[in-house]
T-cell receptor
Framework: RKEVEQDPGPFNVPEGATVAFNCTYS??????FFWYRQDCRKEPKLLMS???SGNEDGRFTAQLNRASQYISLLIRDSKLSDSATYLC?????????FGAGTRLTVKP | GAVVSQHPSRVICKSGTSVKIECRSL??????MFWYRQFPKQSLMLMAT?????????EQGVEKDKFLINHASLTLSTLTVTSAHPEDSSFYIC??????????????FGEGSWLTVV
């Protein structure tokens, strides 16, 4: 089993759609969780951290379920500019492990 | 905010030569930096963890004699790809861990370096 697994992509959605990504992790001792966004041929950039109580940042909502060892990212009212690859990142003992990424394309 | 700078952004080298990539933390001290490699349409793969003043910790399957890492100061880590071959052509990215005052930790990435070995 991979350390961090994400939904296989790609996701192709129309503008305005709501899209959700899931990510599961294997190490129950994982301490912190993040979603990163990576545009084509660029470095990943932090989108948001994921907190136990769940957190929201504008159109983006992140949830964490420690019992089931998964995190999710919900994007509402998708914009063309949301097209990117979304990486799930899990930290345990200082090691940051990445999921393979889920590619999102938002179309007009 | 934290900024990590990586140089060069693109490099082309001949097979058999060595190339050095630098990673700098610009406004903070990074005791730990990470080096990743990313092949097209694949995820980031951690190559090694670079600790200031000590030897790097390499992931399984990464040749430490081929990918030399030096972290001589709190703001600079370098990756040298020695005796480069075409299969080493890839996107190399560094990152540095930041410990915010609020607690926890997060990482920030350099802009990445595209290496093409011809």
């Amino acid at each position: 089993r991979k350390e961090v697994e994400q939904d296989p992509g790609p996701f192709n959605v129309p503008e305005g759609a709501t899209v959700a990504f899931n990510c599961t992790y294997s190490n129950s001792a994982s301490q912190s969780f993040f979603w990163y966004r990576q545009d084509c041929r660029k470095e990943p950039k932090l989108l948001m951290s994921v907190y136990s109580s769940g957190n929201e940042d504008g159109r983006f909502t992140a949830q964490l379920n420690r019992a089931s060892q998964y995190i999710s990212l919900l994007i509402r009212d998708s914009k063309l500019s949301d097209s990117a690859t979304y990486l799930c990142v899990v930290n345990w003992s200082g090691d940051m492990r990445f999921g393979a990424g889920t590619r999102l394309t938002v179309k007009p | 905010g934290a900024v990590v700078s990586q140089h060069p952004s693109r490099v082309i080298c001949k097979s058999g030569t060595s190339v050095k990539i630098e990673c700098r933390s610009l406004d903070f001290q990074a005791t730990t930096m990470f080096w990743y490699r990313q092949f097209p349409k694949q995820s980031l793969m951690l190559m090694a963890t670079s600790n200031e003043g000590s030897k790097a910790t390499y992931e399984q399957g990464v040749e430490k004699d081929k990918f030399l890492i030096n972290h001589a100061s709190l703001t600079l880590s370098t990756l040298t790809v020695t005796s480069a071959h075409p299969e080493d052509s890839s996107f190399y990215i560094c990152s540095a861990r930041v410990y915010p005052l609020a607690g926890g930790n997060t990482i920030y990435f350099g802009e990445g370096s595209w290496l093409t070995v011809v």
